[in-house]
């Protein structure tokens, strides 16, 4: 019998030297870790500021708001009746009961009373409901740390006038509402995600210190991510819901590498391999592809970059950076802590569920499913392939839409004083607003011109009073708001805003000297967010389809298996965006997901989902292909090399979806459209990925191609050759071949 050479790939050498040295692996892991998160304690991060971040003419406006003109935080209160008019005495009650309680607040400034002359505007033309406005001393950036006191109060006269709806509204309100809302979302997830993952990887390997392993690195690298982001965050600031995406892109990749490298120790040692030889086999292999995968997943979220948009741009950090830390983990500290645990990684056996799992990797139910789809694989092409392009189709009308109030969370009562006061004094909650900056903005012509400006907006119908000019103390900056009619991003609101921006302020304002003007507000900042991303979204799918093509090339060393990764993968996320544009523009299912809103698919979702969804797909594809190679350079025919591939890795590759699925799933159960779309999306593409792609249409294509599926043309001769072999049983006697491929598979 002779021995089998070590194997060098990086791979193999890394996971070598950390099962040699662990404990300084271990430990230098842990200290990596806590250092990380010191250092993000201390240098702090520095988060978006978002007045100065949007895209466009709406940004640019926005941005001369920010540094030119403090515009303090404003709130109205709604009082309304469905039977009482505004001149009833109980209605008047009211009214002044909110004004006494509003002037005894010292937060409070500026109260304007619909009871007053000249405030005929803030009672409604049906004279059943009036509104009281006003706005919040100081700092608008503080004025969330005031606006309570102010809630509590409103909220304590509506018991006291039972016969009248009392609610506030504004900015201040909204938001914190909206971020509380936020908050519960993604606690409910972090809350149900940990256990739900546990509880798949407990069925998955039948014993919980196995299961406990993939979690263990999975959350050390978010921890170590976390902090490190903090360095970065000062050159590009990142967006405030960056950990929420660094916890969820971390526990998948963690828990994906993890289980990849442990399975195949797990079937290794079930093969006879002694712990060093079956370390390093997994090492050599699922390593390699834990390394091929997670440079696949950095390039893909890289493309997140040629957006140009800084929010993107903070995910695109955040995700490279969380993968290239997983990734460091896998190929360092958990060969070590393999090594350090040997058999024991199967403690603390679950009754019943252990005795359910196989060593071998060889399921029964894809083995089965396997079998069929090589005995038929024209048919299980057509078939597959057919049903994709199916859940595909109804992607071609996919369009974008920024949530309007509409889509948020309905029982929120800020929402419902939003909807009251849409319906009593229709485009007043929302306006459109126009920012002028010259020298002087006091001089009678720009008065004349914003005169002219208002007047022409009031009579093109798409907007209407109240008409607010304010000035800032310096008399450079103009602030117009306009309201508009419509719900902030519906036909008749855009309509309003193109009316402004090509007509209505280039021919008053834009008519003078030395002005710089630009319109915004949420119509404005969503139209040019979709243009923004329209325009950008080719050169994001161009460069991650040009990039993982290549890294597939280098990898595999064929040109058939590149391409078909690209095609099958593309296949994969069409089908998801059929499936959102089916369930959030056309209705289906929403019942059960416990939505009404059906306008569009937020504008930032198509790219952000392809690039999630192409990096997270290739681990499973990179995984099962790096095994169909290793079984063909090992001496097995493409058949074989198919069939035994795919059997042993469906296991894994199942069990990681599953992973992936439940919790992308908790998502979708979320209170606000944009998580349900991001939940859905996902697990609905992971869901199809790990099944119809990788269980049918995968084989299946590769058993018509036979060895074509090596194909590498003379011209790419010169691509460098990676190790692909099942050489890493080293300085052990080698089996026969007949076992020597069962073992492996």
Known sequence: MSSTPKNHNLAARMGRWSARHRKIAIFGWLAFVVVAVLVGGMVGTKNIVWETAGPGESGRADTILYEDFERPASESVLVESPTLRTTDPAFRAALVAVLDELRGLEAVTNLSSPLEAGNQSQIAPSGHAA?????IVGDPDEAAEKIDPILDRMAGLKSAHPD?????????????????????????????????????????FGALVAAGVPIL???????????????????????????????????????DYSMFYLKREREERSAGRSPEAALEAAAATSGRSVLISGLTVMVAMAGMFLTGDKAFASFAIATILVVAVAMLGS???????????????????????????????????????????????????????GLLVALALPAIGLRTSQPSPESFPQDLEVMQTYNRLQVAFPGTVIPATVVVRAPDVNTPE?????????????????????????????????????????????????????????EIVPETVGTLSDVEWGVTGLTASSRDSNDQLKSAAPLVFGFVLLFAFALMLVAFRSLVIAAKAILLNMLSVAAAFGVLVAVFQHGVGKELLGFENTTGIVPFLPIFIFVILFGLSMD???????????????????DEAIARGIKTTAGVVTSAAIVMVAVFAIFGTLSMIVFKQFGVGLATAVLIDATIVRGVLLPASMKLLGDWNWYLPRWLEWLPRLDHGDSAHAD??????????GSVA
């Open 131 to 135: 509104f009281v406005s006003f706005e």
């Open 164 to 204: 009248v709806y009392i609610g506030q509204f504004g900015d201040t309100s909204a938001n914190e509402a909206l971020m509380e809302s936020f908050g519960k979302d993604l606690e409910r997830a972090g809350l149900f995600s940990l256990p739900v993952t546990l509880l798949i990887l407990v069925v998955a």
């Open 446 to 502: 720009m008065k004349s011109a914003i005169d002219e400006l208002s007047g022409r907006a009031l009579a093109t119908g798409d907007m209407r009073e109240p008409i607010d000019v304010a000035v800032n103390d310096a008399g450079t900056v103009a602030s117009i708001q306009i309201g508009i009619e419509g719900n902030g991003t519906d036909a008749i609101s855009n309509a309003a805003v193109v009316a402004l921006r090509e």
């Open 217 to 255: 690195l999975g959350l050390t690298a978010v921890l170590a991510t976390l902090g490190l982001l903090a360095l970065p965050s000062q050159v590009v600031p990142i967006d405030e819901s960056v950990p929420a995406i660094v916890l969820l892109i971390g526990l998948a990749v963690g828990v």
């Open 331 to 385: 190929l360092t500290v958990l060969p070590a802590l393999l090594s350090k645990l040997g058999d024991n990684v199967d403690r603390l056996r679950v009754p019943f569920v252990g005795r359910l799992r196989r060593d071998d990797g060889e399921g029964r139910v894809w083995g089965t499913i396997v079998n069929q789809v090589l005995r038929r694989p024209v048919l299980s092409t057509v078939v597959s392939a």
């Open 732 to 741: 052990e006697p080698a089996p026969s071949a007949a076992s020597a491929l």
């Open 620 to 638: 499973y594809h990179v995984f099962i292909l790096s095994r169909i190679r290793e079984l063909h350079d090992a001496g097995a025919s493409t």
